[in-house]
């Protein structure tokens, strides 16, 4: 998943396969969201390489003229995602959290002008 998300460029054929994996992922780990203990836990590395994918696609949305929703909506998504598992926060990842909430929210705030 990373992998794809590492791409330099945001295209449909980027986008369908992401959201089939996110389909998968979501049908894998759907047994575990009926009994919240039971929800397995995620590598900090792991959460926080594919964090990093996700604000990186982030960024280049940002940097786009036209904001293009399916393809933020996709990593919304992606995000809501890796955040469903336990983790263990290190200092690094709060770092990344914190740059994802801000341009989020910055994208947001640019939509509705």
């Known amino acids: 998943m990373s992998e794809i998300l590492s791409q330099h460029t945001i295209d449909f054929e980027c ?3 992401v959201g089939e ?3 998968i992922l979501v049908r894998v780990s759907e047994p575990f969201r009926t009994v919240p203990s039971s929800i ?24 786009c003229d036209d904001l293009r929703w399916k393809e933020a909506l ?23 959290s914190a740059e994802l909430l801000n341009i989020i929210f910055d994208l947001l705030l640019v939509s509705w002008q």
Do not use: H, Y
Request: aromatic share 10%; with cysteine; net charge positive.
């Open 21 to 23: 994996l996110l389909r």
């Open 15 to 17: 986008l369908q396969q």
């Open 74 to 96: 996709i990593l919304a998504r992606l995000l809501q995602f890796i955040l469903n598992f336990k983790c263990t926060w290190s200092p690094g990842l709060q770092q990344l």
């Open 40 to 63: 397995p836990a995620v590598d900090p590395p792991v959460q926080q390489e594919f964090m990093q994918a996700i604000l990186d696609k982030f960024k280049l949305l940002a940097n």
